[in-house]
């Protein structure tokens, strides 16, 4: 098969599961956000989005275990044989989970955006940074962690995050989310998102280790 076919084909090994947690976490925590909203519960907008942007080290994780199936499942053998390398199937699995992942961050900063009446740039940063740090800290356990269990210890990673947001939206004396703080939270964006390229081509290396580790020798 073609690699256009290969990559289309990776759909298919996707567990609807992936899908269907991203979309239940998308429509979860903009219900949540309508209703708070609409009972007045929370003393500020801004520690509302706080609280809210915990959805996004969720949408990380909701795909971590496809990532790490070769591994977690002992499944590594079967995919070898594959005409396309480890690397490549990781890669190409990372893409599509990946761009699933955007659009969900896009809606909910639209979402974020006309129900807090706050422009969607600042939202989609907002969201975008924390995002970026559960994909960073995952790719740096991905990387370092070449055991079954490396899964679980990305979500564990991942709930701690998610348990950090949770006490600073508690927390609004900080005033993370203030428009003084925007350097702040762009400086972070760019170290992370650069973290994350690094890493990323230490998980092409790390994938083309392992194959061959794997491959039979005749």
């Known amino acids: 098969m073609s690699f256009r076919q290969f990559y289309f084909v990776q759909l298919r090994f996707i567990s609807k599961k992936v899908w269907g ?26 520690q ?8 996004t080290p969720l949408l990380a994780l909701a795909g971590v275990q496809t990532l790490t199936r070769s ?8 995919e070898l044989s594959t005409k396309y390398s480890l690397e490549k199937l990781t890669m190409v699995r990372m893409s599509l989970l990946g761009m699933a992942d955007i659009v969900c961050l896009v809606l909910l900063a639209a979402f974020f955006s006309v129900e807090l009446q706050q422009e ?12 970026n740090l559960t994909c960073l800290g995952c ?24 348990l950090v947001q949770v006490i600073l939206a508690f927390t609004p004396s900080l005033q993370l989310y203030k428009n003084s703080t925007v350097g702040g939270w762009l400086i972070l964006l760019l170290l992370t998102t650069a973290g994350i390229a690094v890493e990323i081509r230490k998980l092409r290396a790390t994938c083309k280790s392992i194959e061959v580790v794997s491959r039979p020798v005749f």
Do not use: K
Not at 21 to 31: R, T, Y
Not at 48 to 55: C, N, P, R, V
């Open 71 to 78: 591994l977690s499942f002992n499944m590594l053998e079967i």
């Open 21 to 46: 947690l991203q979309l239940l976490i998308v429509l979860g925590i903009g219900m949540l956000v309508h209703n708070a909203l609409q009972a007045g519960r929370w003393s500020g907008d801004v």
């Open 120 to 131: 969607i740039s600042f939202m989609l940063l907002y969201l975008l940074v924390p995002f």
């Open 48 to 55: 509302l989005l706080m609280l809210a942007s915990i959805a």
């Open 139 to 162: 790719l740096v356990l991905l990387n370092r962690v070449r055991t079954m269990n490396c899964g679980y210890y990305c979500m564990i990673y991942g709930g701690f995050l998610v």
